[in-house]
């Protein structure tokens, strides 16, 4: 079912993936600016739509400085990691009928494993800038990302006992006549939670945490370097957002309009929210992240899976 | 859990709220009278320099901003050779606007005085004079002051006797 040009839609995936995460930059603050009774960045072009632009001037613009106690082959090798994982992720993305890089028959796996592998960009960054603050930033990251990861993959199962596919596009196809939000409302909220937590999006960017560790695994990069993890998490947070859309919202699927706007659309919603989450919640303590995720958050991913599993059971009976 | 939800719910609707934003520079804010801004040098209703030259500001001053010489002309009347002040340490905070005799030194309702060189922060007589009186119109120290000047002996100011010939038997 892919398109007659791979080419295309590799690099119309690459290109809109791209510019979503930057225009994430200007929308991320004009919401925060909405959501605190201010205006964001509207002096740039139109409605400071040009923000984007300038913040790029200025980040390229910045000195690009590497210090000289830090371990400098995985210190540059870390912030292309995670822009490189989370863009392997869209390869396997069903955006609309025909427009998927890589129709792959375990596409959701491979996106699990993919956003798993982009934690070494964050432990290495850790590790590499040879920093107290940073050391303490990569570690909490491979721990929440280790207890966050196990009702991640938990979460999602009862998706694909619906549809009886690991495949994205079978997925979205099982969704024709009732959206899985429906019946998988908890593990909807289970991978929300999940989803937030693996981006490092607030209330859960304890790896960076300004108030207490300054920012965290990056506090030692700068230029671009710095620049790669923040079009990275915008990444993260674009694929989660078109994540929860294919596998609970019925992807495409939807009356009337086309149906990559139809995608467009739910994702641009989650990744709304996603924003909303950042402005309305304060940080947890660490203690309180670990203990939520194996403590409630796991058992509620088990019991999902488990009455999921068996209503799946009695109903093929 | 639900005050959670309570809480995005609440942040949600502040999207709809009124912006506390002023959009500067389209919407001026409102600046009172008494609005301690850009400092000036006014002049009296004869159109004079109404500073006297006294120093009290540059005393008053906390941070040192105000630098002066005082100087006089033929007929005696005293006036700054030189007035400097330099606006990157000013505080704005208008003592030398109270300790002022002759109402010469003012603060302004303006604060637009961005400059792209610290240099030109530094202001000089001719950048702080203005032409009128600012806001004591009427008042002019050398016709209240029993002082004489050119063009005034002594006891030809307002409010003021002739002095009394000592010499003179008359009451």
Redesign the interface.
């Known amino acids: 079912m892919t398109s007659p040009y791979p080419i295309l839609t590799i690099l119309g995936v690459l290109i809109v993936a791209l510019s979503v995460a930057a225009g994430l930059i200007w929308l991320e603050r004009r919401?925060l600016a909405?959501?605190?009774?201010?205006?964001g960045p509207n002096r740039v072009g139109p409605f400071g739509l040009l923000q984007v632009l300038a913040d790029m001037i200025k980040i390229f613009m910045k000195e690009d400085w590497i210090p000289p106690f830090a371990d400098r082959t995985v210190f540059v090798l870390a912030p292309a990691i995670i822009v490189v994982t989370v863009l392997m992720s869209f390869a396997v993305l069903p955006i609309a009928p025909g427009v998927i890089v890589s129709d792959l028959n375990i596409g959701l796996l491979f996106v699990l494993g993919m956003s798993s592998l982009g934690v070494y960009s964050v432990v290495l960054a850790g590790w590499a800038s040879d920093n107290k603050y940073s050391l303490l930033g990569g570690l909490r990251a491979s721990a929440q990302m280790l207890s966050y990861e196990v009702f991640m993959g938990l979460s999602l199962m009862g998706v694909v006992l619906l549809s009886g596919s690991f495949n994205l596009v079978r997925i979205v196809e099982a969704q024709r006549t009732l959206w899985f939000i429906v019946p998988q409302f908890l593990g909807f909220l289970l991978f929300l939670i999940a989803g937030v937590a693996e981006t490092r999006r607030l209330p859960f960017d304890l790896p960076e945490a300004e108030s207490e560790l300054i920012a965290g695994y990056h506090s030692e990069y700068s230029g671009m370097k710095f620049g790669m993890f923040f079009v990275g998490e915008y990444l993260g947070v674009t694929l989660i957002s078109a994540l929860i859309t294919i596998l609970f919202f019925g992807g495409w699927l939807g009356p009337v309009l086309p149906p990559l706007l139809w995608f467009l659309a739910k994702m641009f919603f989650f990744i709304c929210f996603f924003i909303?989450?950042r402005?309305?919640?304060p940080r947890p303590r660490f203690d309180q992240l670990m203990a939520w995720g194996w403590k409630v958050m796991l058992p509620l991913a088990l019991a999902n899976l488990l009455i999921t599993g068996a209503v799946a059971l009695a109903w093929s009976k | 859990m639900l005050s959670v939800i309570e809480t995005i719910w609440r942040v949600f609707l502040h999207l709809f709220r009124k912006r506390v934003t002023v959009q500067y520079p389209e919407q001026k804010p409102y600046l009172p009278p008494r609005w301690r801004g850009r400092i000036i040098l006014s002049r009296d209703p004869d159109g004079g320099e109404r500073c006297v030259g006294c120093y009290l500001c540059a005393v008053a001053c906390p941070v040192d901003c105000i630098a002066l010489q005082a100087t006089e002309d033929q007929t005696g009347r005293r006036y700054p050779d030189f007035f400097r002040i330099n606006f990157s340490r000013c505080i704005f905070c208008g003592y030398c606007e109270e300790a002022c005799p002759t109402y010469a030194i003012q603060l302004t309702p303006d604060f637009e005085m961005g400059e792209y060189h610290r240099q030109n922060l530094v202001y000089e007589k001719e950048d702080l004079l203005i032409d009128g009186p600012g806001k004591y119109p009427g008042y002019n120290f050398w016709r209240v002051a029993g002082v004489k000047i050119g063009g005034k002996e002594k006891g030809e100011g307002q409010h003021e006797a002739r002095p009394v010939d000592l010499r003179s038997l008359l009451p």
């Open positions: 919401l909405g959501f605190q009774d201010r205006y909303l989450l402005a309305a919640l």
